[in-house]
């Protein structure tokens, strides 16, 4: 009877640490972050890609539409487009096309080219962006020679190969703004991941270097 009441007693505590081990997972899961990585990235097949992280879609031999890449997005998390340039406007190369929020921090997005604006995406004034390469478009330029506009672009396997190196330079950049490792990841040294909006978490001086090291032209 007492061997009974043992066995009973042992199979209760081990029940209740099989419980408390699966609370724990759920727990984890609903706080982990969510990340992303260089395979997490995108470059659509036909887009091209500026150093400045905006990409241009051809459209005819004088257009092109143009949005803000999923790199930024996943680096800096929900982007809200406060600002756009107007329709009419001219514009030059390294000039703001579009400005954002995230966080409590703004962003300055700039054109990739010289050239006129000839349309603009008014949905997307006011609006978190959640489809960067389809919907969720900015501005569509018209410029003199497209084909010569577009010559500094990535585009295709450049594109893709542009991108993880981007990655890379992001988790360096972390490193070195950062007092939260969390932000990097548990495996960045053996390519691991990024905390989705890790740079919403950084100061405003290293949001400063992130435009400057991410965004400039």
């Known amino acids: 009877m007492v061997i009974i009441l043992l066995l009973i007693a042992i199979a209760i505590m081990v029940l209740i640490d099989i419980l ?9 899961a609903l706080t982990s972050p969510s990340v992303f990585n260089k395979r997490s990235l995108i470059a659509p097949e036909g887009y091209y890609f500026s150093k400045g992280h905006v990409w241009a879609k051809l459209m005819n031999r004088e257009k092109i539409k143009t949005g803000i890449d999923d790199f930024v997005i996943h680096a800096l998390g929900k982007i809200l487009v406060s600002e756009i340039v107007p329709a009419g406007s001219k514009i030059r190369k390294g000039g703001v096309m579009i400005k ?11 054109s990739p080219v010289d050239g006129t604006i000839d349309s603009i995406n008014n949905d997307l004034i006011g ?41 890379k330079k992001l988790k360096d950049f972390l490193v ?29 001086n290293s949001m400063n270097d ?8």
């Open 127 to 167: 609006k978190i962006i959640n489809d960067p390469y389809n919907n969720d478009w900015g501005v569509v330029i018209k410029t003199d020679d497209v084909n010569k506009a577009l010559v500094p672009f990535y585009v295709g396997n450049n594109a893709i190969g542009w991108m993880k190196d981007e990655f």
């Open 176 to 204: 070195m703004n950062s007092y939260k490792p969390e932000l990097v990841g548990v495996t960045m040294y053996d390519g691991g991941n990024v905390m989705e909006g890790a740079i919403a978490h950084l100061d405003e």
């Open 20 to 28: 408390v081990i699966r609370a724990k997972s759920a727990k984890l």
């Open 100 to 110: 954002g929020k995230f966080d409590s921090k703004t962003v300055s997005f700039l």
């Open 210 to 217: 992130f435009e400057a090291m991410f965004l400039s032209l």
